[in-house]
Each structure stands twice: as C-alpha cells, then as structure tokens.
C-alpha cells in the first residue's frame, strides 16, 4: 500500500551537491524546524565541506519555508554534519551534530557535540564534546533520545582513535577485527558533561563490517530497545531492563531485515512506528546504488499498536 506525499523536496544545485542527514522537532509556538547537512562546495562526501541549515513548516509539516542557515563550520573543522534535535530538560532547544577535524597525526577524529539556544534556533551557544574521549563517532541523525528521567541518550558507533576519509580505523587497538563498536553516551545534567555506559556492543563474525548508526527506544515501563544496522541482512538489536547498565546478547532481528541501511523507530500518539529498508536488495545483491551501497528501496512505515513490544504479529505495515 502506497501512501503518504512528498511535501518538500531539498533539491541540489552548483555549489551545493548534497542535502540530508536531517532531524525534525517541533517548537514552542507549535511550528516544525527541520535541521539538516547543506554541502556547499563542489564535493558530497561525508568529509566534505558542510554547514547546519533549517526550514520551518507552519502547517503541520504541509508547506515549508525557504531553507536558511543555524550556523556554519567553526574554522579548525573539516565539517559538520548529521542533525539530533531534542528538547533541553530546562526547555532549551539542543542540537547535537557531528564536528570532523584533521589531527597533526593526519588522522581524523569525528566527535559528536552539542550546542543549545534559549530562542527556539534564532541564536545558538558555542559547541562542546558530548564525550571525553577522542576517536572517530558515527551516530545517525535524529538517534539522540531524552528519556522520561531527564537523562539524555547518544547512541554511537566508534571507529577508533583516529579514521581515515572512509572511516578505515588508523589507531585504536580495541577495535576488534568485527569492525567498530556501539556505544551509548548519555548526561544526567541537561547535556553539560558527558560519560559512557560501560556495556558496549560488536558484531560477532569477523569482518571489518560491525555494528553502525544505532538507534535507540524507550518503552513505557521504561525497557530499552537498541538496534544497529548490518550487512548481514537484518537489523541487529538488543534490550536493556535496567536503564542501559546491562544488555541482552545482540541477535538478528528476524523481521527487520536490512540491507544495510539504518532504521528508525518513533512514538506517534498512541502507536509507534518503525521507518526502515526491507529486502528485497541484500548487501551481496547486484542491484546497487550510484555510490555502490545495495539498494535501499522501498521505503516502508510499519506500525505497532503495543508500545513497540510487537512488530510482527500486532502491527499495520
């Protein structure tokens, strides 16, 4: 069943090859703001030249206003990317992005930082790490999650101390050979400092794939739900009964299949629903995309009617 309509559509130009990587939150004056990666240069890799720009939809999300720029690169960055709206504790707007920077090792780290304003986007304080810790973070946009204690969620993967342009780990011996590793970051003071939990989660066959742009869940009784995306044909995911302090084994999520490509789940009113990629494309398929990743088409919006516990048998797909 086909359904929903395009309602805005960020098109590329010269001078601005790629646009994405966004996250949505709605304002006090019950607009939405949309956060998103604007590329401005001549490249649209993931390092290349980026800043954060915003579009506002008054309507519901039916008409949206002319993008305009939150904030450009500070000048030691080599870019920013990849938007997390949330509501501070305090009911500030809080943004959470991605700062890359070339070391004088020549290795990259990738940090994921936080910046708030008291004027629901007009104005924007500086930026600071969402991690004590230097290496090379990947978290998904609009993956940051603030739980109903008040305590803030960044789910990420970790590639190592410092990366490559392609993420390749240069320094890091606790890489294993399975590929990065998730983590969860997390504050318990409205996002002024930062720590880690200290379970961590890798894949276990042994390939340079790992678990990547993991997203997170909380249900009503407060369990949470973790899923990564693979190439081994499934999201893979995990649950936590104590506030994230211990983990059940990561396991193929036998109806969420993927070909790697993430996945994203929300409550929505009474229901919860689960954005996601299901095969029929494959990581070993031959049907690829124009930067060889498998297909991630169709698009799919599955709904659960239980709060997210059941998605197979108890759900509108």
């Known amino acids: 069943k086909k359904i929903g309509k395009q309602v805005l559509f960020l098109s590329t130009s010269e001078g601005n090859p790629r646009n994405g990587e966004g996250s949505f939150i709605r304002l006090k004056d019950g607009s939405i703001l949309y956060a998103f990666t604007e590329y401005c240069g001549n490249s649209w890799e993931d390092h290349a030249v980026a800043r954060i720009s915003g579009c506002r939809s008054f309507d519901e999300g039916d008409t949206w206003t002319e993008r305009f720029m939150l904030f450009e690169k ?3 960055a080599q870019n920013i990317m990849s938007t997390n709206l949330i509501r501070m504790n305090n009911g500030d707007l809080g943004i959470i ?13 990738c940090m994921p930082v936080i910046r708030r304003s008291t004027d629901e986007g007009c104005s924007w304080s500086d930026w600071q790490f969402c991690t004590r810790t230097e290496g090379y973070y990947c978290p998904f946009n609009g993956s940051a999650l603030v739980l109903k204690s008040g305590r803030i969620l960044m789910p990420v993967s970790f590639h190592g101390k410092r990366a490559d342009l392609d993420n390749n780990c240069l320094i890091d011996p606790q890489i294993p050979e399975s590929g990065p590793v998730v983590k969860i970051l997390y504050s318990d003071d409205d996002g002024i400092t930062w720590d880690e939990f200290p379970h961590s989660f890798s894949s276990p066959y ?10 997170i869940y909380e249900h009503e009784d407060g369990t949470l739900w973790i899923w ?26 036998f109806y969420f299949t993927s070909p790697d490509s993430p996945m994203i789940v929300r409550r929505c009113g009474k229901y919860t629903v689960a954005i ?8 070993g398929s031959e049907r690829r995309e124009f930067w060889d990743s498998p297909k991630r088409t169709p698009l799919v919006c599955t709904v659960s009617t239980n709060d997210g516990k059941d998605f197979s048998s108890n759900c509108h797909r």
Do not use: C
């Open 276 to 283: 996601h990629n299901p095969i029929p494309w494959y990581s």
């Open 97 to 109: 992005y991605l700062r890359k920077e070339k070391m004088p090792d020549n290795g990259y780290v």
């Open 74 to 76: 500070d000048p030691a």
């Open 206 to 215: 042994p390939d340079s794939a790992g678990f990547a742009e993991p997203g």
């Open 228 to 253: 990564f995306r693979t190439v081994y044909g499934f999201q893979y995911q995990s649950v936590s009964a104590d506030g994230g302090i211990t983990w059940t084994p990561a396991t193929p999520s």
